[in-house]
């Protein structure tokens, strides 16, 4: 085995460790503010990971094409997902979904109350 097979193997197990992190986070975690931290994150980490592995191996492979193509699903993916975990939080925040009991601070209901008495609300 070459040193390009180890570290494909490595972007695989990094990549597959964090996915299932993911799910555990998804299972254990108490609200949806932290399960939507949990599964924005770590699937992110661990779907580029796994991304830039098929890429090496493409590469390796000769295909530059395809690893070229594959980078730039890598990227939308790094672009897409925290905004749309970002926009799921801020509307069930907007809906009234109650935050864990053990949350020591609401610092976005801080930031609207401080807007309201400014009188700058942004929508």
Known sequence: MNAILYVIIFLYAAGLFFNVATVVGII?????YCRLHSS??????GSVLIILGLALRY????ATFTAVKLLLIGGII???TPIGSNALAHSAYKRGVPLWKGSVCDQ???QQKSFKKKGTYPE
């Open 28 to 32: 254990r975690l108490p609200d949806v």
């Open 40 to 45: 924005s994150k770590n699937t992110t980490l």
């Open 59 to 62: 590469i390796t492979a000769g």
């Open 78 to 80: 790094m672009i897409v």
């Open 108 to 110: 976005y209901g801080e």
